[in-house]
Every structure is written in structure tokens, then in C-alpha cells.
């Protein structure tokens, strides 16, 4: 007994204890049903397993399409080193975000009906087949870090041929339904606060996930390297951060010149909720992190760069809730408070998002040292890193 006890530390105990909370809610949900477990109604179907679940997960989930471009497709190599555990964190979020969509379906026996039930106009057939594609991609693109543990070099070798083809494909899909999470909400032009709402919102939604995904990269390779107690590829992350605050740039000026063709700068001034909440969102998400990024002596400074991509996060998180729940609540005559269950729940998936990504790095060769000084020489070359933008604007 003294043996077992001397393996846990502070952070597996509060695991544990979030994974149990999750555990009870889960009974509640599929033992009691919807009404018992959650406050969602007919006038507020869509709450915070959609919000944050879905509509955060995916999104959050955006650096394994990210970094696979950058390095399979522009050919840029020296940001190898990340991208096993880039990947791990995507197929993580998206098989979490399906666990999550079992709870808030009615009938989550019935997900299957996607598969043989086609129906090309909706959106959310879209959204559907595009998650199980691109899941599908993920597991393939991650198959070799498994396979590896256990020298099925054969294997690896089939998987290595079929690899740029599959990675082409899994941009395709995820620029599919990153944007199609957008388009859900086009269809509430009447109840969506028009601070959010934009027939631009595929377009806005993609821009962002872009973003978030370069922020979770940087995020996850710190508490990585803390886990881990490895060395942390600054100056990788430091080159993320350039495009992180790129695609925050566009972002912002899109949405600014959105508002304005809308005439919708006024209700940057209202004060009601909907406005604290956007301003809150803008500058937590985006005006701190580009005034922070923009800077190299603060973008190269690992206290700075962490905070700045965990803000990134933050505001991304916040945005996809003010979506999904403040911009909603006014024309819905309700106001949606998450029930404890409803936190339970997406406490637990989360957590155990963290374990599995733990246990996974911590037995199979998620992070691969041996290129370590020949990367961290390359990625101080100024030259290179200008010609890879080039090449990257040209493509694009």
C-alpha cells in the first residue's frame, strides 16, 4: 500500500477526483436522461457540450492540420521535432469531441444514422462525415509512433507511401469543417447578438481555428516539457508565434471591416452584457497576444510566449461561448445557466483528454530527441525562416 501511495502526486489526485466527478454525471446523463442532467430546454437546446465541447474542441484541435501542412506540404522539415505530439493532441480532441456529441445527442445509439443516411444539404452532415474522415486521418498519421514501439517497420513503411496523400486530404477536411462549425449559425441571422453574427462566420471561424491551433501547439509544448521535464524547441515556438499573431491579425481586420460594412460598430458601445463580454473576448484573445508576439524580445522569452498563447486560448474558448450562449440568450427569452452535471461532464472528458495524452507520450515515442541540436541550429538562421514565409504567401 505504501508503495502504490508513493506513485501518486498532488496533480493524479485531483485527476482522479475530476474523472470520478465525471464518471457520476455520466451515469446521471445516460441513466436519467437529458432533463435530469443538464438545464437545457426547447427554447435553449444548444449549450455548453456544444460551446465548448464541440465547437472548442475542434477548433483547439487545429495545430495537427497546422503544423502537418507546414511540414508535409510547404516542406518546411525543421519543425519536425513538434509534430508527433501536435497530432497526438488533435486525434485526442477529436475523439474526444465525438465522446462529448454522444452525451448531447438525444439518441446517441443513433449517431451511425450519418453513415448510411445521406443528406448533402445539411450542414451538419457535413460537419459529421468531414469529423470521421478526418479522425480516421489522424489515427493514420499517428499509427506510426504506435507501430514504432513494437519495430512493425513493414507496416510503417505502407503507411510512409500513403502519407502525403492522406495529409493532403486531412487539410482538405478539417478547412471543411472548421468553417462548416461557422456555418451552423447562419441560419439565426434573428438570434444571434449581431456583434457575432456575420455571413463571414465560416470564414471567421477558420481564421481563428488557425490561430488557436499554432496557441495550442506552444501551449501544449510547455506543460509538455514541465510533464516531461524535456527541453522546450523555443525557437520553433517562437516562429509559431509569428504566424499565431499573422492569423490573429487577419482575423481582427476582417472582423473590423465586417462590423463596419454592417453598420455595427455601434454596439461596440451599448452597455449591455453581449458588449463587456465581446470586448472582453477581443482583448484577452487578441489585442494582448498580437501586442505581445509582435515584439521578438517577448515573443523569444518562454514566460511570455506561454501566457501569450494560453490568452490566445482563452479568448478563442471565450469567443466560441459568447456563440454559442451570450449572443443566443436574448433572442431565446431564457437565460442558460450550465448544470453542475453539465460542468461534470466536460470536466471529466478533459481530464481525461490530459491522462491519455500523459500515458500515450509517457510509453511510446511521442517526443523524438535526436534531432534536437541539428533543429535548434536551423531554426536560428533568419534567412530560412524568411524564404519559408515566402513560400508559404506565394501558396497561398
Given at each position: 500500500m505504501k508503495n502504490y501511495l508513493k506513485h501518486w502526486t498532488f496533480w493524479k489526485a485531483v485527476a482522479a477526483l475530476l474523472l470520478a466527478i465525471g464518471a457520476v454525471a455520466t451515469v446521471v446523463?445516460?441513466?436519467?436522461?437529458?432533463?435530469a442532467a443538464t438545464n437545457l430546454?426547447?427554447?435553449f437546446p444548444w449549450g455548453i457540450w456544444i460551446g465548448f465541447d464541440v465547437l472548442c474542441g475542434v477548433g483547439l484541435a487545429a495545430g495537427g492540420f497546422t503544423i502537418a501542412s507546414i511540414v508535409y506540404i510547404f516542406n518546411i522539415k525543421r519543425f519536425e521535432p513538434i509534430i508527433r505530439p501536435t497530432i497526438l493532441t488533435a486525434f485526442l480532441g477529436y475523439l474526444l469531441v465525438i465522446v462529448a456529441l454522444m452525451f448531447d445527442l438525444g439518441r446517441p445509439w443513433a449517431i451511425w444514422h450519418a453513415i448510411i443516411m445521406w443528406n448533402p444539404h445539411s450542414v451538419m452532415f457535413e460537419v459529421a462525415w468531414c469529423v470521421m474522415l478526418y479522425t480516421t486521418v489522424l489515427s493514420l498519421e499517428f499509427a506510426p509512433v504506435i507501430l514504432e514501439k513494437y519495430n512493425m517497420t513493414k507496416t510503417i513503411k505502407v503507411l510512409k507511401r500513403i502519407s502525403i496523400p492522406v495529409i493532403i486530404l486531412g487539410v482538405l477536411l478539417?478547412?471543411?469543417?472548421q468553417s462548416s462549425l461557422g456555418t451552423l449559425y447562419l441560419i439565426v441571422p434573428e438570434k444571434l447578438y449581431g456583434l457575432w453574427y456575420s455571413p463571414y462566420l465560416p470564414v471567421f471561424f477558420y481564421f481563428s481555428a488557425i490561430a488557436v491551433g499554432c496557441a495550442m501547439v506552444i501551449f501544449e509544448s510547455f506543460l509538455s516539457s514541465r510533464a516531461f521535464k524535456r527541453g522546450l524547441e523555443l525557437p520553433l515556438l517562437s516562429q509559431i508565434g509569428k504566424v499565431c499573431v499573422m492569423m490573429l491579425s487577419i482575423y481582427a481586420a476582417m472582423k473590423i471591416v465586417d462590423l463596419k460594412d454592417r453598420n455595427a460598430l455601434n454596439l461596440l458601445f451599448i452597455p449591455r452584457t453581449e458588449t463587456y463580454l465581446f470586448w472582453a473576448e477581443v482583448t484577452i484573445g487578441i489585442i494582448i497576444p498580437i501586442a505581445v508576439l509582435v515584439q521578438r524580445r517577448l515573443r523569444e522569452n518562454r514566460r511570455w510566449l506561454f501566457v501569450s498563447a494560453a490568452m490566445v486560448v482563452i479568448g478563442f474558448i471565450m469567443n466560441r461561448m459568447?456563440?454559442?450562449?451570450?449572443?443566443?440568450?436574448?433572442a431565446s427569452g431564457t437565460t442558460y445557466i450550465p448544470s453542475f452535471l453539465e460542468f461534470g461532464t466536460t470536466i471529466g472528458i478533459v481530464t481525461f483528454g490530459f491522462v491519455a495524452f500523459y500515458y500515450i507520450a509517457k510509453y511510446f515515442p511521442v517526443f523524438t530527441e535526436e534531432h534536437h541540436d541539428e533543429m535548434h541550429e536551423a531554426v536560428t538562421a533568419s534567412q530560412a525562416w524568411s524564404k519559408d514565409i515566402k513560400k508559404v504567401s506565394h501558396a497561398l
Amino acid at each position: 500500500m505504501k508503495n502504490y501511495l508513493k506513485h501518486w502526486t498532488f496533480w493524479k489526485a485531483v485527476a482522479a477526483l475530476l474523472l470520478a466527478i465525471g464518471a457520476v454525471a455520466t451515469v446521471v446523463r445516460f441513466g436519467l436522461g437529458l432533463g435530469a442532467a443538464t438545464n437545457l430546454n426547447d427554447q435553449f437546446p444548444w449549450g455548453i457540450w456544444i460551446g465548448f465541447d464541440v465547437l472548442c474542441g475542434v477548433g483547439l484541435a487545429a495545430g495537427g492540420f497546422t503544423i502537418a501542412s507546414i511540414v508535409y506540404i510547404f516542406n518546411i522539415k525543421r519543425f519536425e521535432p513538434i509534430i508527433r505530439p501536435t497530432i497526438l493532441t488533435a486525434f485526442l480532441g477529436y475523439l474526444l469531441v465525438i465522446v462529448a456529441l454522444m452525451f448531447d445527442l438525444g439518441r446517441p445509439w443513433a449517431i451511425w444514422h450519418a453513415i448510411i443516411m445521406w443528406n448533402p444539404h445539411s450542414v451538419m452532415f457535413e460537419v459529421a462525415w468531414c469529423v470521421m474522415l478526418y479522425t480516421t486521418v489522424l489515427s493514420l498519421e499517428f499509427a506510426p509512433v504506435i507501430l514504432e514501439k513494437y519495430n512493425m517497420t513493414k507496416t510503417i513503411k505502407v503507411l510512409k507511401r500513403i502519407s502525403i496523400p492522406v495529409i493532403i486530404l486531412g487539410v482538405l477536411l478539417s478547412t471543411l469543417h472548421q468553417s462548416s462549425l461557422g456555418t451552423l449559425y447562419l441560419i439565426v441571422p434573428e438570434k444571434l447578438y449581431g456583434l457575432w453574427y456575420s455571413p463571414y462566420l465560416p470564414v471567421f471561424f477558420y481564421f481563428s481555428a488557425i490561430a488557436v491551433g499554432c496557441a495550442m501547439v506552444i501551449f501544449e509544448s510547455f506543460l509538455s516539457s514541465r510533464a516531461f521535464k524535456r527541453g522546450l524547441e523555443l525557437p520553433l515556438l517562437s516562429q509559431i508565434g509569428k504566424v499565431c499573431v499573422m492569423m490573429l491579425s487577419i482575423y481582427a481586420a476582417m472582423k473590423i471591416v465586417d462590423l463596419k460594412d454592417r453598420n455595427a460598430l455601434n454596439l461596440l458601445f451599448i452597455p449591455r452584457t453581449e458588449t463587456y463580454l465581446f470586448w472582453a473576448e477581443v482583448t484577452i484573445g487578441i489585442i494582448i497576444p498580437i501586442a505581445v508576439l509582435v515584439q521578438r524580445r517577448l515573443r523569444e522569452n518562454r514566460r511570455w510566449l506561454f501566457v501569450s498563447a494560453a490568452m490566445v486560448v482563452i479568448g478563442f474558448i471565450m469567443n466560441r461561448m459568447n456563440i454559442t450562449v451570450t449572443g443566443m440568450e436574448a433572442a431565446s427569452g431564457t437565460t442558460y445557466i450550465p448544470s453542475f452535471l453539465e460542468f461534470g461532464t466536460t470536466i471529466g472528458i478533459v481530464t481525461f483528454g490530459f491522462v491519455a495524452f500523459y500515458y500515450i507520450a509517457k510509453y511510446f515515442p511521442v517526443f523524438t530527441e535526436e534531432h534536437h541540436d541539428e533543429m535548434h541550429e536551423a531554426v536560428t538562421a533568419s534567412q530560412a525562416w524568411s524564404k519559408d514565409i515566402k513560400k508559404v504567401s506565394h501558396a497561398l
